[in-house]
C-alpha cells in the first residue's frame, strides 16, 4: 500500500479526532507506532499507517504495542502507541514500570476511553491511570485540540522524561471538526545508550528511580499551574462557575455560555492552586466529568468545596441536555417545561452477524445443543449471545473465554457434573490473550472444548489484519500463524484438534458431538474467512419457492439478515399443538450464496435464484 | 435557543451510507465558510445496528451532539428509524424520509413488531413529514448504493443555503473517487429532491 501525500502545513482540513491524532504524529516526526484494534481508538493506527516516514504496526496486543513503542523510545525515537480504555488494563503492567525508567525519545500514549458504551463490556474511566502511575495526562475537547495536544505531548514528554497520556473519549475520536494542520519536524533518534541502572529495573536500580518519579511529579504539578493547556474563561455569571476537560467542557461552554469555566487540558496533576482560586471567584463550583468523580474528590480532599455527582450522573456522555437540569438541581431552581415531540417506542435493532458470516453456522449448531455452557469472548462472535441463537453465556475480557471454561469445569459441582463445558474464541482474540489460557487448560489436564473460530481478521472493529491473516497493517504478505500447530504447541493432542468448515453444518454438529464427549482438551478450528475481506467471494445468491415452503421458520433459527418473513399463520398439529408459521424470502441482492439457510430447510425449499439478468442468464450453462 | 446553529440529524443503519451523507452535507457547509461537528453514535454499524449522525454548522459549533428538541431536520434512511429519532426534532420540525423498511432478524423472529404505518405516527405527533421511497428511485437508475444521493437531494431544498452548493460538493466528491458515478448521482440528487417537492404539493 503506497503512502498518502500530506496535506500541506496550514491546510483546514475536516478530520476525526483519530485522523488528527494521526496527523500530529506524522508531523511530530515519529518513528513508530503500534496499537491492537478496538473502538474507538482503531482508526488512528490505520490513518498513522497511511503517512510515509515511519514504521506503523498492528501488534498482537495493547501490552506488546506498548513495548514496542517503549523499546523505540530507549532507541531515542519518538513514538506512540494506541489504545482502548480496556486496553491500558493488559498495556499496565508495562507502563507501571517505565514511570520509573523513563523515556529517551518522546513517547506519548493514547487511551480512548468508551463513554456510554458504544462497542465495550465496561466503561472506564481512563483519567485513573496518570493518577496511578504518575504521569501526565492531556485531555483534548475536538480533534483541533487532539492535533495540538499530541504535539505538546510530545514536548512535554521529552522535557519531563516520562511518557504522556493522550486521553480521548468517543466523542473525540469519532467527531469530525476543522483542524488547521502544520509542517512535518523530522525527529532523529537520539540512540541507544547502554545504562543498566535505568533501564534493567531490579529491586536495587528501581528503589533510586521512585524517588525520581516523586520528584517528576512535583516539577509537573508546577508545570500544570501555568501550563497555557489549562484555560481560564472569565465568564459574566458567577453564580455557578465550572471545572471540566474533554468533551464535557465543550457541554459547559454550549449549555451555559456566561458561566465561568475553568477547562483543564492537562489535567493530571491537576493545578489546585489554580483551581482553589477559581473556586473562590464564583459563589459555587461545579466539577462537570464523564462517568467518575475523580478531580471533584481530589478538590475535596484539598479542601475545595465542590459539586459534582451530587447532580452528575457517574455512567454514560454528558451533554447540554443532562447539564441542564442538573444546575438547575443544585440552584433550586425548575426549569420551564420545554415543548417536546413525544418519543416513540420502536422495536431494538441490536447489531447482527452479517449476511454468510462464518458464525452463523456456529452458532446455529450450538443453540441446537443442550446440556452446555459456553464461555465465551470479545468480538463478533459475543452477538452469539442473542437472538436467535442465545448460545453464549459468558463474555468479561479479551482471552477469558479460556480460564473461565477452565475455571467453570474445575469448580463444577454436582449438580452440572454431566454438563459439557465449551469456549468459543476468534483468532485475533485467541492471538491477544487467549494462547496463554489454552496453554493453561492443557497444562491443568481441563475438560474443556475450544472452538476457536479462525475468520482471518479482526472482524468486530471492521476487519484488520492480524497474524492468523497473513497480512500486515499495510496490508503486506508476512507470515501466517498455523493454528492447529499453535494449539499442538500449547499442548493439545493432534488427534484432538479438527479443523472444519463452518457452512457444513452436519458435520460441525458431529464434530462438537464427539468432541465434548471425549474428557480432555479439544480444539475445534473453523476455517472460513470474514465476509468484510476484500478477497471475499459471493456465490450465486438463493431464494425461496413458495409453493415449497412450509412456514416452519427453522431458517430463521440460523439468524442471517437477509432472510425475513412474507407472512405469518398458524397449523394445529396432528397432537392438537398450534404452531406459528413463518413464510420466508431471501433478499436476493444481500444474498451472498454461503449456503446456510438450505441445510435446516426440510422441505427444500430453498434453490438457487434465477438469474435476472439476460445477459446473466445467457452465460448460465443451458 | 441559539438560532445561529443549523442542527441536522441523519438517521438510518449501518450500510446504508448515512455517515457518508452527513459528511458530504458537512464538506458543503464548510465550503461557505462555517464551523461544522459531525458526529455519530455508530459502535458497531457495520452488523446492521443503529446509526444516527449529529451534522452542526453555523460561526462556531461546541457540542458535536444536537441536543434534545434541538434538531431542525431529521432526514431518515429508514421508516421506523425515523420514528426512532423523531423526538430530537424542534417542534415544528421537518422530517424527510425513506419509507422503505430494512426489518431486522429480532422483528422476523416475531419477538417484536415493525410499527404499522411509521409515516402516518410521524404526521400525527405534528409534524411535516416528505415521505417518498428512495429505495425504488435508486433501483430506477439502476444502483441502490444512490439511496443516499437520492436522501440528499431530497434535503436540498430544506438546507440554510442553495441547492447548488449541496449537488456540487456531491458531484466534487465523486468526480474525485468515481468519476464514472458523476451523472448517475446528479440524477439520483435531482429524483430525491423532486420527490420532495411532489409530496408537498399533495394536499396534507
Known amino acids: ?240 462557575g465550572f471545572i471540566a476537560s474533554g468533551p464535557a467542557a465543550m457541554h ?250 463452518p457452512y457444513q453444518l452436519p458435520v460441525l454438529f458431529k464434530t462438537i458431538r464427539e468432541e465434548i464427549k471425549i474428557e480432555e482438551p479439544s480444539v475445534i478450528i473453523t476455517d472460513k474467512p470474514c465476509v468484510l475481506v476484500d478477497y471475499y467471494q459471493p456465490q450465486k445468491p438463493y431464494a425461496v419457492t413458495d409453493e415449497k415452503c412450509t412456514g416452519c421458520g427453522n431458517c430463521l433459527d440460523v439468524g442471517c439478515p437477509a432472510i425475513h418473513v412474507t407472512r405469518r399463520g398458524k397449523e394445529v398439529k396432528n397432537n392438537g399443538k398450534e404452531v406459528d408459521l413463518a413464510f420466508v424470502r431471501i433478499e436476493t441482492a444481500a444474498c451472498t450464496g454461503c449456503g446456510l439457510c438450505l441445510q435446516p430447510c426440510a422441505p427444500k425449499a430453498i434453490e438457487e435464484a434465477m438469474p435476472v439478468s439476460p445477459i446473466a442468464f445467457l452465460r448460465t450453462p443451458q | 435557543m441559539k438560532k445561529d446553529v443549523s442542527n441536522i440529524l441523519v438517521v438510518g443503519i449501518g450500510g446504508q451510507g448515512v455517515m457518508t451523507a452527513t459528511e458530504i452535507l458537512a464538506e458543503a457547509a464548510l465550503g461557505l465558510g462555517f464551523d461544522a461537528k459531525k458526529t455519530e453514535v455508530a459502535g458497531m454499524a457495520q452488523r446492521g445496528g443503529v446509526v444516527s449522525s449529529h451534522l452542526r454548522f453555523g460561526p462556531k459549533v461546541l457540542s458535536p451532539q444536537i441536543p434534545l428538541g434541538e434538531a431542525d431536520l431529521v432526514v431518515g434512511f429508514e421508516a421506523a428509524e425515523t420514528l426512532r429519532w423523531a423526538h430530537m426534532l424542534r417542534p415544528g420540525g421537518t422530517v424527510l424520509m425513506n419509507v422503505a423498511r430494512l426489518v431486522p432478524p429480532i422483528v422476523e423472529l416475531g419477538l417484536f413488531p415493525y410499527p404499522d404505518d411509521p409515516v402516518a405516527s410521524l404526521k400525527k405527533l405534528g409534524l411535516t413529514v416528505h415521505a417518498f421511497d428512495a429505495n425504488e428511485l435508486a433501483l430506477e437508475l439502476g444502483n441502490l448504493k444512490l439511496g443516499n444521493t437520492v436522501m440528499l437531494g431530497a434535503m436540498a431544498d430544506y438546507l440554510p443555503f442553495p441547492a447548488d452548493v449541496l449537488l456540487a460538493a456531491i458531484l466534487k466528491r465523486f468526480s474525485a473517487r468515481k468519476p464514472q458515478m458523476v451523472e448517475m448521482n446528479r440524477q439520483a440528487f435531482e429524483r430525491g429532491r423532486a420527490a420532495v417537492a411532489a409530496d408537498e404539493a399533495l394536499p396534507a
Open chain 1, 252 to 501: 459547559v461552554s454550549e449549555a451555559f455560555p456566561d458561566a465561568p469555566l475553568f477547562k483543564l487540558g492537562l489535567s493530571c496533576p491537576a493545578p489546585l492552586n489554580r483551581l482553589r482560586a477559581f473556586a473562590a471567584s464564583v459563589d459555587a463550583v461545579l466539577v462537570v466529568e464523564e462517568t467518575e468523580p475523580l478531580l471533584e474528590e481530589e478538590l475535596k480532599a484539598a479542601g475545595i468545596e465542590v459539586h459534582g455527582k451530587d447532580v452528575l450522573p457517574t455512567q454514560g456522555e454528558l451533554s447540554p441536555d443532562v447539564l441542564r437540569p442538573a444546575v438547575a438541581r443544585m440552584n433550586g431552581e425548575t426549569l420551564p417545561v420545554a415543548e417536546t415531540v413525544a418519543a416513540q417506542t420502536v422495536f431494538p435493532r441490536p447489531p447482527t452477524m452479517c449476511v454468510a458470516c462464518p458464525h452463523l453456522g456456529v452458532y446455529y449448531t450450538l443453540s441446537q445443543l443442550r446440556n452446555i455452557v459456553i464461555s465465551g469472548d470479545i468480538g463478533c462472535y459475543t452477538l452469539g449471545a442473542g437472538h436467535p441463537w442465545n448460545a453464549l453465556d459468558a463474555c468479561i475480557s479479551m482471552g477469558a473465554s479460556m480460564g473461565m471454561a477452565l475455571g467453570l469445569d474445575k469448580g463444577r459441582g454436582e449438580a452440572d457434573a454431566n454438563k459439557r463445558i465449551l469456549g468459543v474464541i476468534g483468532d485475533s482474540t485467541f492471538l491477544h490473550m487467549g494462547m496463554q489460557g489454552l496453554l493453561d487448560i492443557t497444562y491443568n489436564k481441563g475438560n474443556v472444548t475450544i472452538l476457536l473460530l479462525d475468520n482471518r481478521a479482526v472482524g468486530m472493529t471492521g476487519g484488520q489484519e492480524n497474524p492468523g491473516s497473513g497480512r500486515d497493517l499495510r496490508g503486506e504478505e508476512t507470515r501466517r500463524v498455523d493454528f492447529p500447530k499453535l494449539c499442538e504447541a500449547l499442548g493439545v493432542k493432534p488427534e484432538r484438534i479438527r479443523v472444519v468448515d
Open chain 1, 1 to 240: 500500500m503506497a503512502a498518502i501525500v500530506p496535506a500541506p502545513a496550514g491546510s483546514r482540513l475536516f478530520l476525526s479526532g483519530n485522523e488528527a491524532v494521526a496527523r500530529a504524529v506524522w508531523e511530530g516526526g515519529v518513528r513508530v507506532a503500534a496499537a491492537y484494534p478496538g473502538t474507538p481508538s482503531t482508526e488512528m493506527l490505520e490513518e498513522i499507517s497511511v503517512y510515509p516516514d515511519l514504521y506503523a504496526e498492528w501488534s498482537v496486543n495493547e501490552k506488546v504495542s506498548l513495548e514496542v513503542a517503549f523499546g523505540a523510545s530507549m532507541a531515542g525515537a519518538r513514538s506512540f502507541c494506541a489504545m482502548k480504555h480496556v486496553g491500558m488494563n493488559v498495556a499496565s503492567d508495562a507502563l507501571m514500570t517505565m514511570t520509573l525508567t523513563g523515556i529517551s525519545g518522546g513517547l506519548v500514549i493514547a487511551i480512548a476511553d468508551d463513554v456510554g458504551l458504544s462497542s465495550s463490556q465496561n466503561e472506564q474511566d481512563s483519567r485513573y491511570w496518570g493518577r496511578f502511575a504518575h504521569l501526565p495526562l492531556l485531555e483534548p475537547a475536538d480533534s483541533q485540540e487532539a492535533y495540538a495536544y499530541t504535539l505538546a505531548a510530545f514536548e512535554l514528554s521529552e522535557r519531563f522524561q516520562c511518557p504522556v497520556i493522550l486521553r480521548l473519549t468517543t466523542r473525540i475520536c469519532h467527531v469530525k471538526g476543522r483542524v488547521e494542520v502544520g509542517n512535518r519536524i523530522p525527529h532523529e533518534p537520539g540512540g541507544w545508550h547502554k545504562d543498566p541502572t535505568r533501564w534493567v529495573m531490579v529491586p536495587g536500580h528501581a528503589k533510586n528511580r521512585i524517588p525520581k518519579m516523586f520528584e517528576r511529579e512535583r516539577l509537573m504539578r508546577a508545570e500544570a499551574e501555568t501550563s497555557p493547556l489549562n484555560q481560564l474563561t472569565e465568564g459574566t455569571d458567577r453564580r455557578v
